[in-house]
């Protein structure tokens, strides 16, 4: 109590008091509707489920390969490359000249809402033109943004309103190259921002 009024939050500048006249700025609603945390099958929201398999299944939630193979790598795999956290991480190898892959979240999101859709990925100059774009579900359109050379993992995202209760984006090994180019993803998440 401050003041004779109760409140709600846990610190000072996220505390909304109740009954008063005054209004307080508050923290951003951060929900883990969805997370990759460690590459695998996709846990229920809010919980941590270390797997080494790939969950295509794009009905509901997953991956849709496409024009990729997808590989588990990490501890224990034929390809030992270290996860960007965790054991694993998917090596994503194009097997047409545009390697695209298909990201899917659960189909329980709420319209008009903002969502942020984040990966990490690694691309230690396995591939030439790697890119990401959102597909279906956000009042955005990002076209086709670069995952950069890089020797170490680097974090992308995509903010934006979500125009249906599943949102998806486009993950290209290559865009327009080689087949056999490949890069890594790992730690996949989608937060509701508000």
């Known amino acids: 109590m401050i003041l004779g009024k109760s409140y709600l939050g846990a610190t000072e500048a996220s505390k909304v008091y109740l009954g008063a006249t005054q209004v307080y700025p ?4 951060e929900i883990e509707f969805y997370e990759w945390s460690d590459f695998g099958t996709p846990p229920t929201a809010l919980t941590g489920v270390e797997a ?4 295509e299944d794009y009905t509901i939630s997953g991956w ?3 024009f990729n193979t997808g590989e588990i790598c ?3 795999k034929t390809d030992t490359t270290t996860a960007q956290d965790g054991d694993f991480c998917l090596k994503l190898t194009s097997t047409n000249i545009t390697g695209l892959t298909h990201l899917y979240s659960p189909n329980t999101l709420i319209t ?6 984040s990966f990490w990925a690694l691309n230690n100059a396995t591939s030439d033109t790697p890119k990401y774009a959102t ?7 990002s076209g086709f943004l670069d995952i950069a050379s890089s020797p170490s993992w680097q974090y992308y995202q995509l903010e934006g309103v979500a125009t249906a209760t599943q949102l998806q984006i486009y993950i290209y090994s290559v865009r327009s190259g ?5 890069i890594y993803i790992d730690n996949v998440s989608i937060l509701q921002i508000d």
């Open 112 to 117: 008009g809402k903002t969502y942020r859709f």
């Open 178 to 182: 080689t087949i056999g180019q490949f």
């Open 135 to 141: 597909a279906d579900g956000f009042t955005i359109a």
């Open 74 to 76: 990490g501890v224990g």
């Open 64 to 66: 849709r390969l496409r």
């Open 26 to 29: 508050t923290a951003s609603v």
């Open 52 to 55: 080494d398999t790939i969950k």
